[in-house]
């Protein structure tokens, strides 16, 4: 291909999976092979970090779109599925650069593509900002790049799909960011093609051309940042991307050290969020992230919603991906299902825009919870109900803050919800009888002040058992320092899942979970613990800690996970009649995963000895 150079200051974006090392990663070509002078980034303040980033924290929904020559193979070439993700489908099958141009080109027609109708799908679907590609791993620049041909505008689409789609996008209120591949470009390679070349004349001035010629950009996505090595080069795309765009936002995905504006798990959401951290997750409508013409595997709209609130209430944004076909329509199975969360949102959206993380200690066993701050000392609580009590009767943990109104939004005019607090201060709210939403039902708690949940100890039942289910366990995670920019940061802190009312994801011998405890007869208890452990999957140590009192344990395998047994590890020794806490820690781990626990039970002495008859 013809380069021409263009006179962009020399200061100066992915969908990646876990590359493995035959993949070619340009990220250690980018090395520095001139003096060219590095310009300085010049550090903010926090203030205006901030300020920065104030748009994006509230905004929580986004739209992603994977639109690029891939399209037009429908993951498949030559009449044979690709084994990986369609727009990974020329590396993963070795095909020659000049070999893919020649056959997809011709077919990326473009004729329907709508830049206005798919700018109001995310607009009704709820979400705040896209993200299209801009140049994707192939090297194919979805805009009229003038230092490459491997262009769009020399398709039969000839057309520039980033100026309209901006435009349309910002004409409806909508911030704009771009997807930029800089690391991975199986089309500018070869001979010719230094380290050098590639950064200076491609990277840098592809994005001088999208930050300085299609108006205000809001996001840089970066992708694949492994392998980059050298920290001048991301100095000099990041210094020029804020002085043509001051107020970006960019991802943590460009390499070289930059740790970017927020965290980019992809395709799952942190059990446990990431704290003290702004991230984004994204996903997929069906299982790819291009358009594959025999991906049927689309997931509904309750667990999209379910996803995009659950998100939310751990401080997350929600970033959700469509794929458009070849001839630039959206498959109809993506506009129904962006057509459905946009009438939740319609709803709801209050619960979503602007809020923040859940104020509970623990994840709540029948939903999820947002809130935000309305002014003059009030917070709302957004309550999402995922399970609908059978009594009707939603418990809400004892909250230290005095609560003075609590409403059914999904019910507009519904009026009020009673409520009482019972013995232990959970708050009981009365619901209708029948859950009014499908996907999520919402209801609002207003309360005086920041709202904080007291971490309420456990007492004995009425039998006299202190009852620890994993709902109840609060969870330590080991801080990391490990930037989350794919998927190989998924499970790697222990977090409750309600769908096996268990603890799962356990493999952190530095994570702890544990449960306050309040006794009033001291004594002698037995520990028994109910978990799981899949024979040749599962295998750990662990000990259970109270003070300075630990047993020591083997976790016995199971059949599948699905089979819990229940075990007496010990005896503890409570003197005291006041608080406590109740610790368990893995030691170490001998398989795969731990163990999937799902409750410790603490009975007192005098009721494991049989009753004379």
Known sequence: MNIRAIPFPRQGFGRCLTVASAFVLLGSALA???????????????????????????ARFGIFVHWGLFSAAGCTWKGEKSQWL????????????EEYAAELMPKFTGEHFDAGFLAQLAKDAGAKYIVPITKHHEGFALFDSKVTDFTITNTPAK??????????SRARGLKVGLYYSQNLDWHH?????????????????????????????????FDIPAGVKYAENAQRVVAMAKRLQPDIVINNRLGGGFRGDFQTPEQYIPPNGIPGQDWETCQTLNGTWEYTHYDRNWKSTTTLVRELIDTVSKGGNYLLNIGPKPDGTVPQSSIDTLRAIGGWMKVHGDAIYGTTHSPFPHQLPWGRCTQKALGDGVTRLYLHIFQWPFDSILRVPA???????AALISEPGAGPLSYTKDANGDLLVRLPIAEPNDYATVITLDLKGSPTASLKPISADAEGLLQLPASLALIQA??????VSGVGEKAKTVFYNPATQALDAWMNTDDRVFWPITVVQPGTYAVDLSYSCMEAKGGCEYVVELGDQIISATAASTTTWKDFRTDRIGLLKIEKNDL????????????????KLRSMTLTPAELLTPKAP
């Open 86 to 97: 369609g727009c990974w489908m020329q590396s993963s099958k070795k095909i020659p650069k």
């Open 159 to 168: 057309r520039d799909w980033i100026r309209e789609l901006a435009d349309a």
């Open 189 to 221: 390679t070869g001979k010719g093609w230094t380290p050098k070349r590639y950064f200076d004349e491609l990277v840098l001035s592809q994005i001088g051309e999208l930050l300085s010629g299609y108006g205000e950009v809001s996001i840089l996505w």
């Open 399 to 405: 909250l230290d803050n005095d609560v003075f109104a």
């Open 580 to 595: 406590s806490r109740v610790i368990i820690r893995l030691t170490k781990m001998t398989g795969q995963d731990s163990m």
């Open 32 to 58: 520095t092979e001139t003096a060219t002078p590095v310009p300085e980034v010049i550090p903010e303040s926090s203030a205006h970090h901030d300020s920065r980033m104030q748009w994006w924290r509230e």
């Open 478 to 483: 080991a801080p990391t320092s490990v930037d």
